[in-house]
Every structure is written in structure tokens, then in C-alpha cells.
């Protein structure tokens, strides 16, 4: 399996505190992706990165902020959780970039995120 | 029309049977589709790539009709570790933001 790591895997927390998911991968692959997913919908992108320092926005990308310092480290930062942001977060990777068409992704196992 | 729909099921079916699931898109330029198999509670893992002419991997067969924007899977002999969520996942060929949209997927259960 590709080295992806999510931590922290479970979190609980209240509303208006800030909360940081971290994605470490040992794959060196470019591209990283942040998800969530959500019952009644598809898998939804928060943020990606192209690279370090370089990321931009997905269609879900309000109340989340990310950073990548390092190739494999993306943090995604939620700066004052509320309740609409409880999900279950999913980190990615890929070698091609998300308009390559052998763009295939990795998940990582999953960050479960309550928000009380 | 949304961009990627597919029945959610649950299909039940008995082991050794065979089973199909659609997916329809609605963006014509998309050049890229794929099936991910999601376990309960675990991440989504990439079951196969769809190329324009189908393709097969074992038991599982994927079809690409793009006259009618769908794409199709094909499980045959049906095991009962096939039981999962799968998702159909169609790029949007676009050249600005991102690329990826994936369906909310459909339900297989394999009994006894």
C-alpha cells in the first residue's frame, strides 16, 4: 500500500475551535488532495497542491485553509469548526496532476471529524 | 442533469452471480473514467480505469458508451468480498479548477 499517513484518525471538538488534519505521504508524489465525504453526496475536493507552496481550491474550499511547507506533509486547517464541517476527510495523492487523464488517485485511510 | 449520477442500490445478489452497475456524465469533453471500490468505513481504492473500448481485469468488466454518456461495470462469479460501495469517478476536462467528479456510488452486497 502507498505510504500515506491521516492523523489524527478520529477527533471530536466544539464548535468555534480550530482544528488541523495532517496528511503525511513517503511516495514523493506531487499532488495532494484534501476530500470529504459526506452521506448523499459524492467524495467533494476541499483544497489541492500542485506542489510546495503552490495549492488552490476546490469546490468545497470555504472555512478551510491548507499548507504544504514540505512535499510530504499537507495540513488542512478548519480556523473555527461548525457543526456543517462534521465529515469524514479523506487525503490523496497522485503522480499526474488533476487534469492528466492517467490522473489516479490514493487515499489515505480516512479522518473522522466531529464537530459538537 | 448531474454530472455523475448512479443508482445507489443496495443490489443483493447470491455469490456467483453476475452483476452490472451504470454511470452516466454529463460532460461531453470528459476524457478520463474510473471505478474505485470503497469497503465500509475504509478509503476509496481504485478498482480499474475505463478506456474507450472496454476493458477487462479478471472477473471485472468496464464499458465506455460515449454516444450515451455512461459507463458501465461488469462483475461476473460474484464473491462475497465483492460486497462494497463502488464509485464511479469522471474527470471534467476543464482548464480551470479541479478535474475529478466522483458519483456517491453504488451498493453491492453478495449473500450466502
Known amino acids: 500500500d502507498a505510504g500515506i499517513t491521516q492523523s489524527p484518525r478520529h477527533k471530536v471538538t466544539e464548535t468555534g475551535t480550530p482544528v488541523t488534519l495532517r496528511c503525511h505521504q513517503t511516495?514523493?508524489?506531487?499532488?495532494m488532495y484534501w476530500y470529504r465525504q459526506d452521506p448523499g453526496h459524492g467524495l467533494r475536493l476541499i483544497h489541492y497542491s500542485y506542489g510546495v507552496k503552490d495549492t488552490d481550491k476546490g469546490e468545497v474550499s470555504d472555512g478551510y485553509s491548507v499548507s504544504r511547507s514540505k512535499t510530504e506533509d499537507f495540513l488542512l486547517t478548519l480556523e473555527s469548526a461548525t457543526s456543517s464541517q462534521t465529515s469524514v476527510y479523506f487525503c490523496?495523492?497522485?503522480?499526474?496532476?488533476?487534469?492528466?487523464?492517467?490522473?489516479?488517485?490514493?487515499f489515505g485511510a480516512g479522518s473522522r471529524l466531529t464537530v459538537l | 442533469r448531474k454530472e455523475v449520477e448512479q443508482d445507489p442500490g443496495p443490489f443483493n445478489v447470491p455469490e456467483g452471480a453476475t452483476v452490472a452497475f451504470n454511470c452516466t456524465y454529463s460532460?461531453?469533453?470528459?476524457?478520463?473514467f474510473f471505478w474505485y471500490r470503497q469497503d465500509c468505513r475504509k478509503e476509496p481504492k481504485l478498482l480499474m480505469s475505463v478506456y474507450s473500448s472496454g476493458n477487462e481485469d479478471g472477473r471485472f468488466t468496464a464499458q465506455l458508451n460515449r454516444a450515451s454518456q455512461y459507463i458501465s461495470l461488469l462483475i461476473r462469479d460474484s464473491k462475497l468480498s465483492d460486497s462494497a460501495t463502488y464509485l464511479c469517478v469522471v474527470n471534467k476536462n476543464s482548464n480551470s479548477g479541479y478535474a475529478l467528479n466522483f458519483g456517491k456510488g453504488t451498493s453491492l452486497l453478495v449473500t450466502p
Open positions: 511516495e514523493n508524489h506531487r499532488y
Open positions: 490523496a495523492i497522485s503522480l499526474e496532476g488533476p487534469y492528466s487523464r492517467a490522473n489516479v488517485l490514493t
Open positions: 460532460n461531453s469533453a470528459s476524457q478520463s
